[in-house]
Structures are given as structure tokens and as C-alpha cells.
């Protein structure tokens, strides 16, 4: 089996962000090679490289297990530094800088979520740095447990399309993958978001290293947005099986705020503000609903000013309830105004993450016997969902 099909190298190669994270070591740490490795008992491989001196490991790459120090790692699970091997006490004569020509080096265990040691993190150079700064260490730590922490989502993965090929009902397992998928994207997802903005705010960073900060939180968010469309996926159980039952205000009022509060914490720079006053009970599909307000609220943050409150207020009055999202600095193109109700076309040269997304809002709504609209408000505009409060026979 060629390395590059290495099942462990694999499985890295599908953690989207892992390349640009180790862009992000590099230029944070000041070493010119950096990497994901595989260690177990017998054997050392590359899943994921940065190399900017032409080391001449690619992913798949071997090296002999007993000259790496990561072997070292896999047995006393600690970090290992060196800035000036040549001049270190131990590291002078230390086979693994001997034999590789390194002076920098810095190394961090990588474990799964279940605790499995999986391999390390790991930064090296040929020329001395200062990569024992305080904070180093630390800042490598949290992103080997980002990538720990997707290694878990991938087996889940594998778990969930090995189901799908079984020989259990289609659809009932398809609606099952689905919700297992998109439910485990958005923890990690929020880590990688967090930490993201942490290293934003983080002081003495340079322009540079805060613009691949800056790259990391966009592809979040674009990752984002293939959670919701995994999960409009399966809109047509959502239109067709979507069950009406009586929901009582306070249970209804829980699940929107357990939705927005998860919309909150994925997006920690921009303040949601919040007014729920449901009376008495609503026919409705509680889950889908607080979905379809998720997607209203997604569609505002991205398409408003960076730093303008996203106004949420959710009510009934009569026989309605109404679901309003507003914000200043709301852009409302004439294509969004004419097809918010329906299927929304995207113009050309308009990329995914730029474009408006009604489609999973559009089922649940119809599900609903309610409406989308999309009002132009001075100095912004609104996005609102109606539907009637009394809907069973």
C-alpha cells in the first residue's frame, strides 16, 4: 500500500483546516517545516506537512522510527523544545539533530478524544530560533487538540457511511447520518472558531499570522455552511414528515434559545440581542422551527455590518406567530427580495459563502404553512417568518 493511502493519513487529509493550521505554526513559531505524524510502536509517518526548506517528507513519507524524538514523545508523552541544539546541553550530541541537521525544534503529543496517543505536532528547523518563547508550547497543545478532536468526527464519519452501505432501511439510516453528522460538526467547529478569534485578540501577533488567523475563521465559516446544506439535504423529510404537535410556550421558548445560543457562541464577535414572548401553545415542529430561525440568523450575520447587533424578536399576537431578524447595514439585493419565499437561484459570479441561502428555511416554512419575506428597513432591512398559531385539525 502506497503511504499516501495510509488510512491514518487519510483520515488527516480529510480535517479541512489542518493545512493552513500548519501554516499558521510556522509563521507563529518562526520553523520552516512543520507536520502531522503518525507514531505507534513500529512505525513514523507523515499525514501532513508544511516544508518550506525542502525536507523532502509528503504525506505518506516514512522515516525510521527510532531516529525521531516523536518516538521519544510516545513513550514519556511530554512536549520536547530546543532552540540552539548545537549549544544544548542534551540535545549536542543527541542522535536525532546529528542525523537530521536540525537546531530548532519543537514537539507536542497529538491524542484522540478517547485519549489514544495518535502521533505528534510537531515544528523543526535547520537554523537556531527562539521557539522556547513562553505561550509556545501552549498555543501547539491547543492545536493538537483541535485536530484530536476532528479525528473523532472522521471515525464517526466512517462509522455513519458504513452504516449507509449495511443492509438497514435507506432512509431511515440516511436521516440518521444526517443529524448525527451536522450535530457533530458544530462542537469542533466552534472550537476551531473560538481559538480563531482568541488568536485575533492575541497581542505582539504580526500582520501576517493575524491574516492566516483571519483565513482560519472564514473557512470556519464556510465549513459553516456545508453543515446547513448536509442538513437541507433531507429537506424532503423535513417538508413531508415535519409532525405538528402542541408545544407549550416555555418549551418552545427553550429550544429557540438553545439555538441561538449556539449561534452566540460560534459567533463570539457579534452580539445577538434577543425578545421571545410566546403565549399559550404553538402547532409546530420545535426542532425544525428554531432551525429555520438559525438559518434567518446565518443569512443576517454574513450579510450586515461586522460590528452591528443581529436584533432577534420572536412573538405571537392573535392567531400568528412572527419571527423578525434585523440588523443595520442589511444588504437586500432585488434577486434576495423577489425569491426569499421560494428556491433562491445564485447569480453568477456570486461564490457559495457570499451567496443568500433560503433553501432549508424555504421546507420548513412550507412544512409550517407559514411565510418568508424580505423587507428593506432603513438603515438595514428584515428578514421575518409568519405562520399560524393553530394548525391540527
Known amino acids: 500500500m502506497d503511504g499516501s493511502d495510509h488510512p491514518d493519513v487519510a483520515a488527516i487529509s480529510r480535517i479541512a483546516f489542518v493545512p493552513k493550521l500548519l501554516e499558521v505554526v510556522t509563521r507563529l513559531t518562526g520553523l520552516r517545516f512543520a507536520a502531522v505524524a503518525r507514531v505507534t510502536d513500529t512505525q513514523w509517518i507523515t499525514c501532513a506537512v508544511r516544508d518550506e526548506i525542502d525536507f523532502g517528507l509528503v504525506p505518506g513519507s516514512e522515516l525510521p522510527l527510532e531516529t525521531t524524538i516523536c518516538n521519544e514523545i510516545r513513550d514519556h508523552r511530554r512536549p520536547v523544545v530546543f532552540e540552539h541544539a548545537s549549544a544544548h546541553p542534551v540535545y549536542a550530541s543527541h542522535h536525532t539533530p546529528l542525523r537530521y541537521g536540525l537546531e530548532s525544534y ?84 466552534q472550537a476551531v472558531v473560538m481559538d480563531a478569534h482568541a488568536l485575533r485578540a492575541s497581542r505582539g501577533l504580526g500582520e501576517e499570522a493575524m491574516a492566516l488567523a483571519r483565513s482560519i475563521e472564514h473557512s470556519a465559516w464556510r465549513m459553516a455552511d456545508v453543515i446547513d446544506e448536509l442538513a437541507s439535504f433531507n429537506h424532503d423529510q423535513i417538508s413531508a414528515d415535519a409532525e405538528l404537535t402542541a408545544v407549550g410556550a416555555a418549551a418552545l421558548t427553550s429550544e429557540i434559545t438553545r439555538m441561538l445560543n449556539r449561534l452566540a457562541a460560534q459567533h463570539p464577535g457579534r452580539p445577538i440581542a434577543t425578545q421571545c414572548r410566546i403565549d399559550g401553545t404553538v402547532d409546530c415542529a420545535p426542532g425544525p422551527l428554531a432551525q429555520l430561525l438559525a438559518n434567518l440568523v446565518v443569512n443576517v450575520l454574513r450579510h450586515s ?89
Do not use: K
Open 305 to 393: 455590518d461586522a460590528e452591528s447587533t443581529v436584533s432577534v424578536d420572536i412573538g405571537t399576537a392573535g392567531d400568528r406567530l412572527r419571527m423578525d431578524v434585523r440588523a443595520t447595514g442589511l444588504s437586500l439585493p432585488v434577486h434576495v427580495l423577489d425569491s426569499v419565499s421560494g428556491s433562491l437561484v445564485r447569480p453568477a459570479g456570486v461564490g457559495r459563502q457570499d451567496a443568500w441561502n433560503f433553501f432549508t428555511a424555504g421546507e420548513i416554512a412550507r412544512a409550517h404553512g407559514g411565510q418568508l419575506t424580505a423587507e428593506l428597513d432603513s438603515p438595514g432591512g428584515r428578514l421575518s417568518f409568519t405562520m399560524p398559531v393553530r394548525q391540527r385539525a
Open 106 to 189: 519543537i514537539s507536542v503529543p497529538l491524542y484522540a478524544v478517547n485519549g489514544e496517543f495518535f502521533g505528534t505536532l510537531c515544528a523543526i528547523d535547520p537554523a537556531p530560533s527562539s521557539v522556547e518563547a513562553r505561550g509556545m508550547v501552549e498555543m501547539l497543545e491547543l492545536f493538537a487538540q483541535l485536530i484530536g478532536s476532528e479525528l473523532e468526527l472522521v471515525d464517526r464519519l466512517q462509522l455513519s457511511q458504513s452504516a449507509l452501505r449495511s443492509a438497514l432501511d435507506v432512509a431511515g439510516a440516511r436521516e440518521q447520518f444526517i443529524s448525527e453528522v451536522s450535530d457533530g460538526l458544530r462542537d469542533p467547529l
